[in-house]
């Protein structure tokens, strides 16, 4: 836990990174917004009767009145909203070496990774051609070496026109002695290629998917019973879970995510998320346990 005095240097620090990321996106805004209303200032000056001109007539205030409630609106969002970058770049590094620090642990914290991920399609979860966008991985171990990953992602596959979220949500990754495939889910089916999947239909209360023709073993029920038990908590809205050889994959996707934007941070409110970055890492533990315990 972070002690008062802890906190009030994170905070001031927090609320100069706000500040100052916030006049650098209003200065954007601003310098669009002008642009803007110069090219228009000399479209008049060089077309003086353009507003009489059909189609311009019509597509000039259509158009130019879209444009600039987009960049007033940009304006007050950049002037009033709150960026979550700070807490992401700032704020979840300190919880992360206090942690560290107080569990005796070395774990790896990266905001925004800018590399190809490839979890998802080897996991086989959620959509394949799916986009991965992260916000935070943090990588470790645990005291008997098993590595796990953990990252806060979205993702995403677009047709040109629209956007389609497949995932938003937090999704861990840990390293164990597994050699069979296994899916646990509350929506949709596999997406794991190469592998056929048969639905266990005797269980009616969640999805449940082994490998074509083979029954549930009573390592299988163990994952069962870890994926009810986490449903049983009201947080979450959706739980994913993929057993592959040499790997667990497990996507929860939240009501309200925990450790997202932070409007107000406070002292309770940092101690708080302290504790929910500790508690993803009890669950790595609890998941890699049920690998032991059969």
Known sequence: ???????????????????????????????CFASFIALLGMLFLIVPGIMKITPFMYLIPIYGGIIIVVLI????????????KPAFEYVYPEIYKKI??????????????????????????????????TKRHVKGFMSDQIEFDIYDATLTTSNGKSQTVHFNGVYLIVK???????????????????????????IEDIKV????????????????NFVKKLLSYEEYKHIELSVIPNEL????????HPARKQKDLTFEKINNIM??????????????NINHII
Not at 279 to 286: G, K
Request: hydrophobic letters at 35%.
């Open 1 to 31: 836990m972070f002690i008062k005095s802890e906190f009030e240097i994170i905070k001031k620090a927090y609320d100069i990174q706000l500040k100052g990321r916030s006049k650098k996106v209003l200065k954007v805004w601003k310098i």
């Open 100 to 133: 560290n620090f107080d569990e005796g642990l070395f774990l790896e914290y990266t905001p925004y990774e800018k590399i190809k991920h490839t979890f998802n399609k080897e996991g086989g979860l959620y959509n394949r051609f799916s986009r991965v966008s």
């Open 249 to 256: 994959h497990l996507g929860l996707t939240y009501i309200k």
């Open 209 to 224: 998917f082994t490998e074509d023709e083979k029954q549930l073993l009573n390592t299988d029920y163990q994952y069962i």
């Open 73 to 84: 609106v940009g304006v007050l969002i950049s002037k009033y909203g709150i960026s979550e």
């Open 275 to 288: 504790n929910y970055f500790k508690n993803e890492i009890y669950l790595v533990e609890s998941l890699a």
């Open 176 to 202: 164990v002695n597994t050699n069979s495939y296994l899916q646990v889910r509350t929506k949709s089916s596999p997406k794991l290629k190469g592998i056929k999947f048969n639905r266990q239909k005797e």
